[in-house]
């Protein structure tokens, strides 16, 4: 099983940016943070990167559900989503709730986390290019 899934998006980074926060909202998320990994690194490390951007997005709905059956599930939220400029193309790629709740043995989890794969899905299947 994957840990994640992406698509690739021939629109300039910014506009990709936007295009997800926008997809993630019509989902019902909220985007937590936004961190700058480009420019963390140069910051820190001096190292050259092409853009990279996490956005941690959190469905209130869904986090309040996982954290009534496991009060530590917020070591694992919120869910992130990424933004990296490629060559030529951008990539957007989110991590696959599913795919982290098996680290948690709580059978509870795995509708909540379900529910969360099909809204990260879908927001990153609506992405388009134009």
Same mark, same amino acid.
């Given at each position: ?12 980074? =910014? ?6 926060? %926008?997809?993630? @909202? ?11 990994? !480009? ?19 959190? *469905?209130? %709905?869904?986090?309040? @559900?996982?954290? @009534?059956?496991?009060?530590? $599930? ?9 933004? @990296?400029?490629?060559? =030529? ?12 709740? !098996?680290? $948690? ?5 795995? =509708?909540?986390?379900? !529910? ?9 299947? *609506?992405?388009?290019?134009?």
């Amino acid at each position: 099983m994957s840990y994640y899934f992406s698509k690739v998006l021939n629109v300039a980074f =910014d506009d990709a940016v936007s295009k997800v926060t %926008t997809g993630l @909202q019509e989902e019902g998320f909220g985007v937590l943070s936004e961190i700058d990994v !480009q420019a963390t690194l140069k910051k820190k490390l001096n190292a050259d990167m092409p853009r990279y951007k996490i956005l941690g997005a959190c *469905h209130p %709905t869904s986090a309040y @559900q996982a954290l @009534q059956v496991e009060d530590k $599930i917020g070591t694992m939220l919120p869910c992130n989503v990424i933004v @990296q400029e490629r060559a =030529d193309s951008v990539e957007v790629s989110a991590v696959d709730p599913v795919a982290s709740m !098996q680290a $948690i043995a709580n059978p509870a989890l795995k =509708d909540v986390a379900e !529910q969360v794969r099909a809204k990260l899905k879908s927001t990153i299947e *609506h992405l388009t290019s134009s």
